[in-house]
């Protein structure tokens, strides 16, 4: 039973739009969420992380929007551009379950110039 | 400040085997956490090290086993080697736990192929 789940496995922007990535989670305990993009031979790096005590997050290009009654958060990129092109995944975890993160599958992102 | 390192890159081995992968988390950080992610999946949770001790365990038999040491760094050490083990093994470091939110922060990883 997968407790995070991305259900795109794929998504392909034009540069200078926005990536919108998606991030459905079945835990309500969850309360910590996390994105990560991967290059290929690469660690997963971290982007940006949102608490459960706020509905939104900004870094620089990328937000995320986190809605707790649907279980549901998002990633936007914008502007989107060539070496944003990645697997993303999200991350969740609960407080009461330790730095115990569990993932999704992952959406790979092609940004196309 | 000193990112997560791991090695080996790659390793190849036979099953039935043994292996040990080693990690030095980034510095400032204490925790440590190991992953394994196999083809077209999302990482999976192993085991999380803090003072030296096991702090929690993911869906994996005792055959994955750990140690941390003094400085922090860690091992993970897999035994009897099964085809279905063949994965890439990311190792990541974080503040402790109470310390509030921390993010992960990962290596590498280590490409493990058991044949």
């Known amino acids: 039973d997968q407790q995070v789940k991305q259900n795109s496995p794929s998504l392909s922007v034009q540069e200078g739009r926005i990536s919108i990535l998606n991030c459905d989670y079945t835990?309500?305990?969850?309360?910590?969420f996390l994105w990560y993009k991967k290059y290929p031979a690469e660690g997963p790096t971290f982007l940006i992380s949102?608490?459960?005590?706020?509905d939104k997050n900004e870094d620089g290009r990328f937000t995320v929007f986190l809605n707790k009654s649907a279980k549901h958060l998002s990633l936007h990129i914008v502007p989107s551009q060539p070496g944003d092109s990645a697997v993303y995944f999200c991350a969740a975890s609960a407080t009461n379950y330790g730095q115990n993160f569990v993932f999704g599958p992952g959406t790979r992102l092609s940004v196309l110039p | 400040e000193t990112g997560v390192t791991q090695s080996p890159t790659h390793l190849i081995k036979t099953r039935g085997q043994q292996v040990t992968l080693r990690c030095s988390s980034q510095?400032?950080?204490?925790?440590v956490s190991w992953y394994q992610q196999a083809l077209g999946q999302g990482p999976q949770f192993i085991f999380q090290y803090y003072r030296e001790e096991e702090n929690g365990r993911g869906n994996f038999p005792p055959r994955f086993s750990g140690l941390q040491f003094p400085n922090y760094s860690s091992e993970l050490n897999v035994n009897a080697l099964e085809l279905d083990d063949s994965a890439l093994y990311l190792c990541?470091?974080?503040?402790?736990?109470?310390?509030?939110?921390?993010?992960?922060?990962f290596g590498n990883g280590t490409r493990l192929t058991v044949t």
């Open positions: 835990n309500s305990m969850f309360d910590y």
């Open positions: 510095s400032g950080h204490n925790t």
């Open positions: 990541a470091s974080s503040l402790a736990p109470g310390q509030g939110y921390s993010p992960l922060h």
């Open positions: 949102i608490s459960s005590i706020k």
